[in-house]
């Protein structure tokens, strides 16, 4: 693998881990962006990552639970191969989408409890302020995953013809 590769790999795994995501896992993903084959087997993922097993067995399992890997074999093969999902990344922003919906929820709590105490608008701003930029994205963002899929399924059915 070139230094560059090597790089972006690494840039991919730090962008995640901004996200919340295991360095690992974010080094996993980076990798099965460019890999060719498309696919890797854990013992693959380890050697071609310098990490240990334990790591990508840990990694992959917290991969495969949010839907964002899936895994593959081969014919005639014993050996379990991890590639990423079609929709993987689109799952990944439909769960964004669920838990802006959470924290517009805790927003209104909040506003719900200050109301009870008889608290004057200007300590509740932040609270509307939270509420209302949630709310946007969760009114937004569902229309947009749904545009997103009619562009995909355009793209694909062109690339299959």
């Not at 014919?75 to 191969?81: A, H, L, S």
């Not at 200007?122 to 969760?138: D, H, I, K, N, S």
């Given at each position: 693998m ?76 014993r ?80 690339d299959?013809?």
């Amino acid at each position: 693998m070139s230094d560059a590769l090597a790089q972006y790999i690494e840039d991919v795994a730090l962008h995640f881990e901004r996200g919340g995501l295991p360095r690992i896992a974010g080094r996993i993903l980076g990798l099965l962006l460019v890999c060719d084959p498309p696919e890797r087997s854990a013992g693959q993922l380890a050697v071609e990552l310098g990490v240990s097993k334990g790591s990508i067995s840990a990694m992959t399992r917290l991969l495969l639970s949010a839907g964002t890997i899936r895994r593959v074999g081969r014919p005639g093969e014993r050996v379990t191969y991890y590639a990423l999902s079609d929709d993987g990344f689109e799952r990944k922003l439909a769960l964004r989408v669920r838990a802006m919906a959470e924290t517009r929820a805790l927003g209104e709590q909040g506003l719900r409890l200050l109301a009870r105490d008889g608290a004057a608008p200007p300590r509740t701003r932040r609270l509307r302020e939270l509420v209302a930029l949630y709310g946007f994205w969760e009114r937004e963002l569902p229309g947009l995953l749904e545009r997103w899929r009619d562009e995909r399924r355009a793209r694909v059915e062109e690339d299959d013809a």
